[in-house]
């Protein structure tokens, strides 16, 4: 049973350019979930993935974007990027139940996408 | 709507002496409540998790969680502090928000746990 993979590890930019963060799931899972931490924060909900599309999104602009594939890996962009941007972007999968409450969406993280932005 | 609330951005104890950490909730479906940690440029890890079997929850390293509804809590505690213990620790929560399909899970804004020799 393969882990969450993400890549690359680091990686710097600078104001103004586009990044693609890209996400493996652990076998078997179905959801995928992007997170930013910034220095000395909790991690914050960006947006889940679940079925190749979009379910669920927390308080980011339009320029933060994604995508899941049909193999479940998935990518996030960001454009247009800004100081602030600079923080760990974590990729969680987990597997969603069709129903009720089995499997209450245990999130495995991958180790994280550092991303400086100067 | 959720929310997580941490009670306190730091603790310190002593080695040997009980931990505890507290998280409040607020959820409009029943929730299933985590507790992760995460050590220095490591990963987030589960120390346990709460779906709606016993309110007393066991997780890795003699870390528990007691499941609260009345109070909206989930405290973490742990009988005797190891240094090892030294760490960032997150409370979370997860329903499934209204969607479709999975759930929508989100961080409180950490815990952060010293232990003195």
């Known amino acids: 049973e393969t882990g969450v993979t993400q890549s690359p590890t680091h990686l710097i930019k600078t104001r103004g350019q586009q990044v693609t963060l890209r996400c493996s799931s652990q076998?078997?899972?179905?959801?995928v979930s992007w997170y930013q931490q910034a220095l000395g924060q909790g991690p914050q909900f960006i947006f889940q993935?679940?079925?190749?599309?979009?379910?669920g999104r927390g308080n980011f602009p339009p320029r933060f974007s994604g995508l899941q594939f049909p193999n479940y890996s998935s990518e996030l962009n960001v454009n247009a990027l800004e100081l602030d941007d600079s923080a760990l972007y974590l990729c969680?999968?987990?597997?969603?139940?069709?129903?009720?409450?089995?499997?209450?969406?245990?999130?495995?993280f991958g180790a994280g996408s550092r991303l400086t932005v100067l | 709507a959720q929310s997580v609330t941490q009670l306190d951005s730091h603790v310190s104890v002593s080695e040997g002496t009980p931990v505890l950490l507290r998280c409040n909730y607020s959820?409009?479906?029943?929730?299933?409540l985590f507790w992760y940690v995460q050590h220095p440029n490591k990963g987030l890890q589960l120390l346990l998790k709460?779906?709606?079997?016993?309110?007393l929850v066991k997780g890795i390293n003699g870390f528990e969680a007691e499941f609260k509804k009345s109070e909206t809590s989930f405290h973490l505690t742990k009988p005797s502090a190891h240094m090892s213990d030294a760490a960032e620790y997150f409370c979370?929560?997860?329903?499934?928000?209204?969607?479709?399909?999975?759930?929508?899970?989100?961080f409180g804004a950490g815990t952060r746990l010293f232990v003195k020799a």
């Open positions: 959820s409009s479906y029943s929730p299933s």
């Open positions: 979370v929560v997860s329903d499934r928000g209204g969607y479709t399909g999975g759930f929508k899970t989100i």
């Open positions: 076998s078997g899972h179905n959801t």
């Open positions: 993935y679940y079925r190749e599309e979009e379910n």
């Open positions: 969680a999968s987990s597997l969603a139940g069709t129903s009720g409450r089995t499997g209450a969406n245990v999130l495995t």
């Open positions: 709460y779906t709606s079997a016993a309110t």
